[in-house]
C-alpha cells in the first residue's frame, strides 16, 4: 500500500472530508497512474496546508475522455449535487486539464472511502 499527496480546491476539500463526494476525477498521467486500490491519498486544502483528509483507494475507474467518464460514472458522487447535476458538462474539467492533456493522457475517476 502506497500513500499519495493531493491537492485539492477548498470546495472539492468540503465535499470529501463529508463524505458526499466519493469519486476525484484527475488526468491519469504518470503520478495517477501510480495509484492502486488500496492506496492512502492524503488530500491537501489548498487554502489551507494544516487541513487534511486521509481516504482509501477503493476503486478506479480509467477512460478515454472526461466525455466517455461523465456518461458512465454517478455525477451525484463526483462532485454535484440535486442543484447543478443538471448542468454538469465534461467541459468543466477544461478549466483544470486541456483538452490536449486529457488526449494525451485519458482521465481517471478515483472512488474512494474514508479513513
Known amino acids: 500500500m502506497k500513500k499519495h499527496i493531493m491537492k485539492l480546491s477548498p470546495e472539492p476539500f468540503i465535499e470529501i472530508k463529508a463524505g458526499r463526494k466519493t469519486i476525484e476525477l484527475r488526468l491519469y498521467d504518470d503520478k495517477r497512474k501510480s495509484i492502486s486500490v488500496g492506496d492512502s491519498i492524503i488530500f491537501i486544502n489548498t487554502e489551507n496546508e494544516n487541513e487534511t483528509v486521509s481516504v482509501i483507494v477503493n476503486d478506479l475507474f480509467v477512460f478515454e475522455n472526461f466525455g466517455e467518464l461523465y456518461k458512465n460514472l454517478p455525477l451525484l458522487k463526483c462532485g454535484y449535487n440535486e442543484d447543478n447535476v443538471d448542468k454538469a458538462s465534461p467541459d468543466d474539467m477544461d ?13 481517471v475517476g478515483i472512488e474512494m472511502i474514508l479513513r
Do not use: A, L, R
Not at 95 to 107: A, D, F, L, P, T
Open 95 to 107: 478549466i483544470y486539464y486541456s483538452k490536449e492533456k486529457q488526449s494525451k493522457y485519458g482521465v
